[in-house]
């Protein structure tokens, strides 16, 4: 039995590991992303006002997808360190 829990709690590791990378990227190419909408705006303020009030509802929902990913992201990392803690991996 405890074989079995070992194979699991390993196949569970290896695949938190592969979404935490996954996570990872998506995360990083956003705040690529915001960050070069930021410099692009950075002389067009009046634009970038207009163009923000008429997206509000859009960005809002792309908020609160990004911090919800932001969220899964932590609680992955988490649930790795756990993970490994239970196998008795904490030298990685």
């Given at each position: 039995m405890r074989n079995n829990l070992d194979e699991i709690i390993k196949e569970r590791l290896e695949n938190r590991i592969l979404w935490k990378n996954y996570l990872g990227w998506l995360l990083t190419h956003r705040d690529l992303q915001i960050q070069a909408k930021r410099k692009f705006y950075e002389n067009k303020p009046i634009l970038n006002l207009i163009l923000k009030l008429?997206?509000?509802?859009?960005?809002?929902?792309?908020?609160?997808?990004?911090?919800?990913?932001?969220h899964k992201f932590e609680m992955i990392e988490t649930e790795i360190q756990m993970l490994k803690k239970v196998r008795g991996d904490d030298d990685e």
């Open positions: 008429y997206f509000l509802p859009y960005n809002t929902i792309k908020y609160f997808i990004y911090r919800c990913d932001r």
